[in-house]
């Protein structure tokens, strides 16, 4: 017997649960792309995502996932033999400096582990050492999904600040945007990368690069810029194919209206609380049972927290049969431990996430701490009592 039959519930840092109102948008024809609804819709999808990334300069849609993003960000700022810097706390912050790589960038990287957040004065040593001001980008991941770690943006902006360095400011939103709150002009962010699978709650597809005057400044002075990748005519298009470089990514813009809509019924602000409950419901929970047994919130300080994703450490192989048994006997799917992994632990069995992004309500996340906590009695690992009086607890108050 299984007791996983019945709605699953996905429970990974992306790609997250799409609602059902974005599903149903999805469901029709293929759309004509050259005049339209399909057309005059996306003209105001563009000012309703940049008031949820906050900012009034530029935004752009890519048919891509992150990496795409990630690629597209760079190569309208960076030209090869440029030089990036890239403080890093997990392991987006490396794939990002990778795909810097990837386009001829001189990297350099300051490791900050995977538990305690950047040292902004560091990074501000840094900035500050490079008096030829060689560095042209600093690239920061907003929340890091492998670690959940979440850095301040704005301590990011005053390290370059404190240094008076020029360098633009480039942040990864793919896990926060719509679910941990940032403000891309207030917070002096020069670019921005997201994507549409995590808190904007639509299927993998759609990559956003949003930038500002400063930036713009950067890609006009540059040598070359790719001609699919250039942002310029993408963010002020005189045809409605030069949004996309090409045919329209036409059921993934129903769905990212729907969503959007969704976004907007709900209130961002409302958004945000939300988020920040389920993730303190979480934090309780396995506070609680860490008491008793060796399940422990992968960041102990509770300011560099995400409220979109949970990293968890509870020893190889629990990990991994933690999940594996949620899966098959209750329907919950956990996140896998990603670049986690230690000397001890090659394959990362002793960690595992819960993503906690976008569609996602009270119900899900007591269901899923629930399911956890059988998942422990059943696979014999010993937690503290009380976790789930403690989550509950927190939903109760709201
Ligand atoms: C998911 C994610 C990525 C990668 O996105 P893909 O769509 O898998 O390419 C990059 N950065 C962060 C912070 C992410 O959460």
Known sequence: MSLANGRPYLAIPGPSVSPERVLRAMHRSAPNIYEGALVEMTDGI??????????????????????????????????????????????????????????????????????????????AATLAADKAHKIKAVLGVHVDTSSSIRTDMRGLRAALDAAAHPALLMADCIASLGCDRFEMDAWGVDVMVAASQKGLMVPPGLGFVFFNDKAAEVRAAMPRVSLYWDWTARATPEFFYQYFGGTAPTHHLFALREA????????????????ATLAEAIWAAVETWGEGGPIELNVADRAMRSHAVTSLRIGAPHGTALRRWTEYEVGVTLGIGLGMSTKDDPKGDGFFRFGHMGHVNAHMVLGMLASVQAGMSAIGVPYGPGGLDAAAKVIARG
């Open 46 to 123: 563009m000012p309703d995502l940049k008031r949820i990334a906050g900012t009034k300069h530029f935004a752009t849609i890519y048919i891509s996932n992150g990496h795409g993003a990630w690629e597209a960000a760079l190569s309208n700022v960076i030209a090869p033999g440029d030089k990036v810097l890239v403080p890093v706390t997990g392991r987006f912050g490396y794939g990002w400096a990778e795909m810097a790589q990837g386009i001829g960038a001189e990297v350099e990287v300051i490791d900050f582990g995977l538990r305690d957040g950047m040292d902004m004065d560091r990074v």
């Open 260 to 275: 959007l809509n969704m976004i907007h019924e709900e209130g961002l602000e409302a958004v945000y609380a939300r988020h």
